[in-house]
Structures are given as structure tokens and as C-alpha cells.
Antibody, heavy 127, light 106 residues
Framework: QVQLQQSGPGLVKPSQTLSLTCAIS??????????WNWIRQSPSRGLEWLAR?????????DYAVSVKSRVTINPDTSKNQFSLHLNSVTPEDTAVYYC?????????????????WGQGTMVTVSS | IQLTQSPSTLSAFVGDRVTITCRAS??????LAWYQQKPGKAPNLLMY???ILESGVPSRFSGSGSGTEFTLSISSLQPDDFATYYC?????????FGQGTKVEIK
């Protein structure tokens, strides 16, 4: 049974960096068919995909245009986890942050849907 | 591409058949998924590729559609189905969600 366990602070000061980690059990961050994602949810912005990483002979990274200049996603194969770093945060970054898996669908394709989610982390940006 | 769900809120009785619509701002391919979310929980995948039922999801859920209009139907609403439902689309390295439809008890 695949599970994702999130960790990280719930309060971040404006202009600082938001950092969250998602530990994977029952699957591997190096899974050659899946992708590993961060998604956030707020009343004002709804559900918003932020970033993904995946391994296909090498590590790949994709970011949402809305946060591309501020966001980094990093896999950690030694701990079987991946992390999100969002810098220069403002109160608009206040949201529940989720990690999620997009599993394989067919050779070369994922489902482009998220079947396993972390429990969510409420992050508030405030001084 | 923007996704617009209708209605925003739906009131129904247990046993009713309900349908939620997701309209895209332009023609999309079949990469359309549906999720159920309950308060304080992460979304739960119901359908992907517009009409493929996720493993473990009850067969009273079904999905259909093409072009710009897609639907999620629940054949006989159960008490556990009162929740908020979201559609989601993938296109060109962008995963977009609808604004949600809240299904309430009538």
C-alpha cells in the first residue's frame, strides 16, 4: 500500500522560504513510470498544481508558470522522499500543500491524474 | 485552458441520480479526471481518462464526455457521497482543476 507522509512547518514568515518534505512508502521516488508532485489548495486560488519530478534515465523537473521563478522540487533517493522549496513567500502563498503521485498509465505515459495524496500541510505565511 | 463546473452547489436526496458537468474553455483531449474531497481531507481520485473508474471506487460513479463537455454521474446517491467534487485536466505541462461542486443533503 503506497502512502505519502508530509512534514514541515505550518508557519513561515513573509520573504522567507517554505520547505516541505514528502516521504514515500510502498513505492520509489525513482519509479520509472510515475511522477511525484506538489499541489496546493486555498479558498482564493482553489487547487493549484505547482511542481513535479520524475526519473526517466535522468531526473526531470517541471514547474507551474505561476511559481516557476520561486520554486524548486528535489528528489532524495537515499531517503525515498521529495521536497518542495518555495522562496520569497507572501501571504498569498498561504494554503494547504499536498504531495501526490501520478502513476504510470501506459509506456511513456502517466495517467495525468493523482491517485495517492499526502495528508496535507496547512502553511500560513505571516509575521 | 479553464474548467468550469456546474452547478456550484447541488442539493439532493439519498438515492437520487446526480450529474455534475465540467466544461472546458476549448476542446480538450481525454485527459480528464474527477476527484471527491471531504472536509479536512485530501482529494480522492474517482475517474481518470474521462471514463476509467479508479480501483476501489464504487460502480455507481461513472464518467463520460468529449470535446469541451464532460460529466460525472452518481447513479444512486449514498450518504458517504456528500462531498465536494472536482474535475481536473492535463494539457501541455499544466494540470488545471475546476472550482468544485458541493453536493449537499436535501
Amino acid at each position: 500500500q503506497v502512502q505519502l507522509q508530509q512534514s514541515g512547518p505550518g508557519l513561515v514568515k513573509p520573504s522567507q522560504t517554505l520547505s516541505l518534505t514528502c516521504a514515500i512508502s510502498g513505492d520509489s521516488v525513482s519509479n520509472n513510470g510515475a511522477t511525484w508532485n506538489w499541489i496546493r489548495q486555498s479558498p482564493s486560488r482553489g487547487l493549484e498544481w505547482l511542481a513535479r519530478t520524475y526519473y526517466r534515465s535522468k531526473w526531470n523537473y517541471d514547474y507551474a508558470v505561476s511559481v516557476k521563478s520561486r520554486v524548486t522540487i528535489n528528489p532524495d533517493t537515499s531517503k525515498n522522499q521529495f521536497s518542495l522549496h518555495l522562496n520569497s513567500v507572501t501571504p498569498e502563498d498561504t494554503a494547504v500543500y499536498y504531495c501526490a503521485r501520478d502513476p504510470a498509465y501506459s509506456p511513456g505515459w502517466t495517467r495525468n491524474a493523482f491517485d495517492i495524496w499526502g495528508q496535507g500541510t496547512m502553511v500560513t505565511v505571516s509575521s | 485552458i479553464q474548467l468550469t463546473q456546474s452547478p456550484s452547489t447541488l442539493s439532493a436526496f439519498v438515492g437520487d441520480r446526480v450529474t455534475i458537468t465540467c466544461r472546458a474553455s476549448q476542446t480538450i483531449d481525454g485527459w480528464l479526471a474527477w476527484y471527491q474531497q471531504k472536509p479536512g481531507k485530501a482529494p480522492n481520485l474517482l475517474m481518470y481518462k474521462a471514463s476509467i473508474l479508479e480501483s476501489g471506487v464504487p460502480s455507481r460513479f461513472s464518467g463520460s464526455g468529449s470535446g469541451t463537455e464532460f460529466t460525472l454521474s452518481i447513479s444512486s446517491l449514498q450518504p458517504d457521497d456528500f462531498a465536494t467534487y472536482y474535475c481536473q485536466h492535463y494539457n501541455d505541462l499544466s494540470w488545471t482543476f475546476g472550482q468544485g461542486t458541493k453536493v449537499e443533503i436535501k
